[in-house]
């Protein structure tokens, strides 16, 4: 039994990989749809035809129905749902978290978890609002980590339960929570109390309790952000090494009239065109969505299929080595992603050293693809350039012979041996015309040269265009013009 996870392939610090619960497995990444067994918009047959691997559900709803309480004890959750695939049960922490209090504890939602033979069980973990202090989040933080002991103590290190990560906004909370859930021994880890700040947009706080968090936690755990369902985000989550997403929000948004996209999100009421490609847009007019009889439950299907085509999307870049791509085409719709993007950018070391060696190309996108992992990456291997004492940069490619050695140049890379030509990155690199910032970027790299071959004379060709951008980046260098 227990919950095991491996990864096949990565990019960043993404990975398409295999959840193994007992004897089921799940493709990674995945969403996992929240289903109300009370008012299955859609079933949960139907989401196994769909391609869904797993699902979650909530036990606390469960256990208080009367509808499903005892069927679910005698038969089994699965029976219940009428899903043979991966069934993960959330406690009541959700309720916890909006209504202030449930009335089950700890070992009572497991046990109960433990007897409706659900797959993955959660403890009743805090979600730290946002909003609290670090004096409150600390102490919520330890009764979480207690609970979390509590479990494993109770029921053993082989039973299926998640090690939530809490911590609020705190990052060296989120950092000390990924150390003890790690030590514990916890191998599917979802990242909680995220929703406030998905809520409002704060991708900049989410990408810094995520990094956090990831910091200690074991590469070889399964990550699942709690209650991420926009699939605007999901780039940028499975970028940062998120392996699972649950989310009630193609049913909510279908219950609110909204049509989600990987863009954002509109009102049907506005929408004049139905720009998607799923079987529901492509048989129905806008107005007859708006005025069918099964108008949410075709929202909802709508809003499910653009989610799972963005988890399929997001697969197909981590295997092409292309998820940067990805993550900066979502992250230009709106202002808030782009900060968060900017944001985990500024981690670009942390992700280099998980990021992979080679991809199928490097597209460059504007000033943001100058902080890549891939740019980074290429300047620690600068300075183990073998350069003579006479050193040539060439803008313009042309050899000269009066210097030991020429170095072409590539922005945003920098400097590169002819030979390298055709290697990632330089090689499969697509630039466009050169601009400001990725020559500004690509001196950065010979400024290393500089430094780690003090004894050579660099001398840069370039065209006088670019002339004082290398000055302000390499000082007092030898400059001379190429021809144009
Ligand atoms: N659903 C959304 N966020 C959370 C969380 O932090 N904990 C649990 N248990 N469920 C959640
Ligand atoms: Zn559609």
Redesign the pocket.
Known sequence: MGIAFESLSSDIAGRNGRLTVGKKTVKTPALLPVINPHLPLITPKELQEMGVEALITNAYIISQSTQFRKKALVEGLHRVLGFDGVIMT??G??QL?VYGQVSVTNTETLSFQQDIKSDIW?PL?I?TSPVSDRNKTKQELAITMQRLREAKEVFGDDAPIAG?V?GGIFEDLREQAGREVTSLGFSFC?I????PLLESYRYRDLVSVVMAAKRTLSPSACIHL??AGHPSMFALASAMGCDLFDSAAYALYAKDGRYLTVHGSYRISELIELPCACAVCRTHTPEELRSAPDRERLLALHNLYVTLAEIARIRQAISDGTLWELVDERCRGHPQLLSGYRALLGHGIELESHDRVSKRRFFYRGNESCNRTEVLRYRQMLGRLPVGKDLLIAFDGGERNAFDTTLLFKPPFGPYLKELKETFPIGPSEIPEWDEAMVREGCKGIRILQKTHPESRITVCCSPRWEPVVREVLGDIGVTHDPS
Not at 192 to 195: L, T
Request: hydrophobic share 35%; glycine share 12%.
């Open positions: 959330d406690s922490s959700f978290s959660v973990d979600p939530p809490q979802p909680g109390a995220v929703v709690f209650g």
